[in-house]
Every structure is written in C-alpha cells, then in structure tokens.
C-alpha cells in the first residue's frame, strides 16, 4: 500500500514507471508521462546573451565629456571616468549606440543623470542601445532623472546592483541581475521609476521595490488601478518574473506581471503596495501582507501556490482567481487583524483553515 509519491520536475516530461504489489503478492505495473505542467514553464529562464570578445569593442569614452554625450555606431565600451557618471549632467542630447555596450573597466559606481535639471525633464532625450547592454566590473549601476535608457537586446548585470532613482526608466528585452550590492540587494526600485523587462526578468539578489505614487502633469496622483489598466508600474514584466531571493515592496509600488512569477525565497507586501499577476505565482517560503493607510493588494489571474506561511495581515486584499494551495500556516498579523481572501477555484490548505479567515 502506496499512500503517496513525491516527484520532483525540473520543468521537462517526465516519465514515472511504478511496480505495486498488494497484500496476495499480486503486482501491477503503472507507467506513464507527465508533460510539463504550466506552472513550471517559468523555471525555464532565459539564456544571457554572451558580450564575445572585448578587444572587439571600440573605446566610447576616456573621461572627455563630448565622447560620452554622442552617437556611435559600433560595439562600445566604456572607460572609467572619475565622476562615475555615465551620461554626466548636462547631456540632454538623443543618443543611439548602434550595437553592445560594455561596461568592463574598473568602475565601482556608474550614474547615468542624462539631463540637466529637473525643469528640463520633458525636453531631455533617452539614451538608446539597438543591441545587449554588459555591466560588468561595477558595483552599483545607477539611472537618474526622467528618461529612460532603453536597450532593445538584453541587459546583463554580471556583478553590479541596479538602481533606478528619481522618475528614471530602463527597458531590455530580457533583464539578467545576476549581481548585487554589499547589503545584498540586487535591483532596487524607487519613486517615480519604471523598470520594464518587455519579456522575463531574473533577479538572483534581493529585490527591493519602493515606489511611491505617479502624478499626471498637474501634479495629481494617478491611481494605481489606472496605472495597472494602461500597462504601467514600477516594475513590469511581458512575460514572467524569477526571483532567486526575496521581493519585498512597499509603499505605494506598482507591480505588473504579465506572466508567472516565481520567488525562491519570500513575497513581502506593505502599505498601498498593488501586484497584478498574469498567470501563476509560485513562492518557495512565505507571503507576507501588510496594509497601512490604504490596502495592500495581490491579484493573481491564475493559481497560486505558497511553499511556506501565508500572512495576510490587516487592510490586505489577496484575490487567486484559480486555485490557492499553502502548505504552512495562514496567519493574522502580530496585532491579531486579518485582511481578505478571494479565491475562485479551490483551496487547499496543508495546516487547516483558519476559524477568522473571512
């Protein structure tokens, strides 16, 4: 007598051959083939594009200002500049780098400002690269300011933490943050900012969102279902999110996943933090909810599976539109209040159901 079998799938058909024998020593033989289900179609990460050979690239830049605030039209590296800055102030020039750019010299800290000042914000051109963008050697990679940096390949974070501030924007294809900073914080998100991965994003290092709340031209916050339902957020991904370590938002942070998200370590929510989820959520550890001065909100369009506890603290709303399985404990917050659970399919929860859940 079998009670149960655990498998474990790497995302890939799986093929189970399995011998039963019953009490009279009579035996049955099953075998058969998993497909991939679809919730495991996020473990297939995309593939980093590989920069190729460096002596290949043309110098863009040797700390002369005129080299840095100009078009090129060839693979480019930059050379390390004592300001750190990538873009300095006062280039408010539209920029095009015809191929890669690599950032391989010994930079500690690169700030792309790209603009003037602030009142010049409207006017100020994007910096554009048409192939894969290589940060390298430096620590911290920094976007400042209103324009985006806008790479039409891939983006490779080999060592360097992202950081946007202010109302910057950065957009790639496919975002690699395989590195991080000192603190451990991989990619960091905040203000104003919007970082967009029009396919998948990959963040090996923890992954700090703190946004706070978009205004249209009079300087009125924007609602963040009006954000949602106009494709926008700080963090936006076409396709599907992969966290190798913790997410944590707060704030008023907009979330916008089109895919399925998968986080390897825990799922933080606080304040007006809002995160749409296209497809499946998968977390390998605990997701935690805390409204304050508002409601925090998780949607998730399809299933949603929760290797760990669910705290779903006061002024939170969690709504799974498929099924919802939480293998630990479903919690109060430490002040003993509860938010809201909508699930439409069904509920499968390994610790039991709460007597105060909804």
Excluded at 264 to 293: F, P, T
Aim: hydrophobic content about 35%; overall charge negative.
């Amino acid at each position: 007598l079998i009670e149960s079998v655990d498998v474990t799938a790497d995302g890939t058909p799986l093929s189970v051959d399995l011998t039963l024998e019953n009490k009279a020593g009579q035996t049955y033989n099953i075998f058969t083939t998993i497909e991939k289900p679809a919730e495991l179609e996020i473990a297939l990460l995309p593939v980093p594009p590989d920069p190729g050979n460096p002596e290949s690239y043309e110098k863009g830049a040797e700390g002369n200002y005129e080299d840095y605030c100009r078009s090129r039209n060839e693979d480019t590296k930059y050379a390390y500049d004592s300001s750190n800055q990538f873009i300095p102030d006062g280039c408010n020039k539209e920029i095009t780098i015809d191929g890669n750019v690599w950032f391989l010299d010994a930079h500690e800290v690169i700030e792309m400002k790209h603009v003037v000042n602030m009142e010049d914000a409207e006017t100020t051109a994007s910096f554009n690269v048409t192939g894969n963008l290589f940060v390298d050697t430096p620590r911290e990679f920094k976007i400042h300011n209103t324009h985006p940096l806008i790479v039409e390949g891939d983006a490779l974070f080999r060592y360097a933490k992202l950081e946007l501030i202010q109302k910057s924007g950065f957009i790639a294809t496919n975002i690699h943050a395989v590195g991080g900073d000192h603190t451990g914080n991989g990619v960091v998100v905040g203000n104003q900012t919007q970082l967009e991965a029009r396919e998948s994003m990959v963040v090996a290092k923890h992954f700090y969102i703190n946004g706070q709340n978009f205004v249209d031209k009079n300087n009125t916050n924007i609602p963040s279902e009006d954000v949602l339902s106009e494709g926008g957020g700080h963090v936006i991904t076409g396709k599907n999110l992969i966290a190798n370590t913790g997410v944590k938002a707060v704030n008023d942070s907009i979330i916008n996943i089109n895919g399925s998200a998968s986080i390897s370590n825990k799922l933080i929510a606080e304040d007006r933090s809002v995160i749409k989820i296209g497809k499946n959520l998968i977390i390998n550890g605990d997701l935690e909810m805390y409204g304050n001065d508002g409601y925090v909100k998780i949607t998730v369009d399809g299933d949603a599976r929760i290797n760990g506890d669910l705290i779903l603290g006061g002024n939170s709303i969690l709504t799974i539109k498929g099924n919802l399985t939480v293998t630990g404990d479903v919690k109060q917050d430490d002040k003993g209040k509860n938010g809201t659970l909508n699930v439409t399919g069904e509920t499968n929860f390994s610790n039991g159901e709460p007597s105060w859940l909804n």
